[in-house]
């Protein structure tokens, strides 16, 4: 059963513009929605995250906006970059079970064309 | 620190073969996880530990075995490789439940 839905599956982006990725998730215990960055040959790496308290955490080029009455989140990269490309996961956590497990979205490959 | 280390880096099995994949952190982080990820399913849980001695199933368990007997090191064992093991697994730690996880950099498996 996949509980976080992730869009679109690939995204053609021109530098300079905005790329956005969007989440839905069902289990309305998750409290903690990372993102994570991965580059060919390479693992994923956090890039950022939030908590459902806030609506919106911007870090530099990166932003969150999370909506929890639709429990819907969303990753907005301003001025996107040829080094942007990659695939972004986003992923949700369960913060009551303990153990730090989280649940992926399927993936979102991102191409910046110079 | 070189973090999270996993080997081998690519192997190629044949059906009803066995192995292990090694995984070791040196950042003495308490959890650990697999992972495997295929193309366009994202990353699935395959089993994670909470510490030294104590293992979980995660959603995908069946066909494999895990162990912790110390801190650094979580091995994932395939038993009789069959072609849908054919994956890319990664091994994350992370030191308190935060949603922070570090990965390796991945195992490409083939099965034939």
């Known amino acids: 059963q996949q509980q976080v839905k992730q869009s679109p599956q690939s995204l053609i982006v021109q530098k300079g513009g905005i790329s956005i990725i969007n989440c839905a998730y069902e289990n309305t215990a998750f409290d903690y929605f990372p993102w994570y960055q991965q580059f060919p040959g390479k693992g994923p790496a956090l890039l950022i995250a939030?908590?459902?308290?806030?609506s919106e955490k911007k870090e530099g080029r990166f932003t969150i906006s999370f909506n929890k009455s639709a429990k819907q989140f969303s990753l907005h990269i301003m001025d996107s970059q040829p080094g942007d490309s990659a695939t972004y996961f986003c992923a949700a956590n369960q913060g009551s079970s303990n153990t730090g497990k989280l649940i992926f979205g399927q993936g979102t490959t991102l191409q910046v064309k110079p | 620190n070189a973090g999270v280390t996993q080997t081998p880096k690519f192997r190629i099995l044949k059906i009803g073969q066995s192995m292990t994949l090694q995984c070791t952190q040196d950042m003495n982080h308490n959890y650990m996880y697999w992972y495997r990820q295929d193309p366009g399913m994202g990353l699935k849980l395959i089993y994670y530990s909470v510490g030294a001695g104590i293992t979980d199933k995660g959603e995908v368990p069946n066909g494999y075995n895990v162990s912790r007997s110390t801190t650094e090191d979580f091995p994932l064992r395939l038993e009789l490789a069959a072609p849908s093991q054919t994956s890319v697994y990664f091994c994350a730690s992370s030191l308190v439940r935060t949603g922070e996880l570090f990965f390796g950099e991945g195992s490409r498996l083939t099965v034939l």
């Open positions: 939030i908590r459902p308290d806030v």
